[in-house]
């Protein structure tokens, strides 16, 4: 807890460590070597942990290649190509399929933040270029959408992993369901928030 707490904060000075930041994963990696060598856990107790390192692969996997082809530009372009095709259409459709890019992408996250650090810059920036779309509106769903998309896959945000490892659910269910929920839930974001907000202003 110390090294959670004085280590990730690069404006506390750590004596004798040579520098004054230990990344939170370190510290984590530390911990579990020290409950190895004290013989507190066993090793075999660690791999036996199945579905904790599917869980594990998810996330690493995922928001490698979500930060990836965030640098290289991949998702900008993505946005921008999705983008040429709604200036022509009516604002409402415009801001209703900008909505829609932004909730669906998230399969192809393992963070809501990572989520919303690649994408909502871009669907908000493709918005303003699209005459008539109000750019507030916009904002309000695609924030509204960050605390509903986190049900519709094992690794949408943090505690999903912890739902997804208890096995109360199984695995085929925990993607049907999240797609069921996922659908309910942005039918509701589209069918009261959205004439909510055009009523509100």
């Known amino acids: 807890m110390f090294l959670w707490i004085t280590g990730s904060n690069p404006n506390i000075k750590l004596p004798y460590l040579g520098a ?3 990344n939170a994963t370190m510290v984590v990696l530390v911990i579990i070597s020290l409950l190895l060598v004290t013989r507190v856990v066993e090793f075999a107790d660690i791999v036996a942990e199945k579905s904790a390192w599917e869980v594990f692969f998810y996330f690493t996997s995922l928001l490698t290649l979500a930060s990836g082809l965030n640098e290289i530009g991949f998702i900008k372009w ?7 095709p709604l200036v022509g ?5 415009a801001l209703i399929l900008l909505v829609t890019l932004f ?6 996250f393992s963070s809501i933040t990572s989520h919303a650090a690649a994408v909502l810059p871009v669907v ?32 949408a945000t943090g505690p999903a992993p912890m739902y997804y490892g208890s096995g109360f659910i199984g ?15 942005f039918a509701g974001l589209l069918v009261i928030v959205l004439p909510w907000l055009q009523v509100i202003g």
Do not use: Q, R
Request: positive net charge; charged residues 5%.
């Open 171 to 185: 695995k085929g269910d925990f993607w049907k369901f999240g797609l069921i929920f996922g659908l309910i839930y």
């Open 124 to 155: 908000l920036a493709v918005g303003t270029g699209i005459p008539g779309v109000s750019v507030p509106t916009l904002t309000l769903l695609c924030c509204y959408s960050l605390g509903l998309m986190g049900v519709i896959s094992p690794y």
């Open 103 to 108: 909730f669906w992408i998230h399969y192809f």
């Open 20 to 22: 004054n930041y230990i």
């Open 89 to 93: 259409m009516s604002p409402t459709l």
């Open 78 to 84: 993505v946005a921008e190509g999705f983008a040429k």
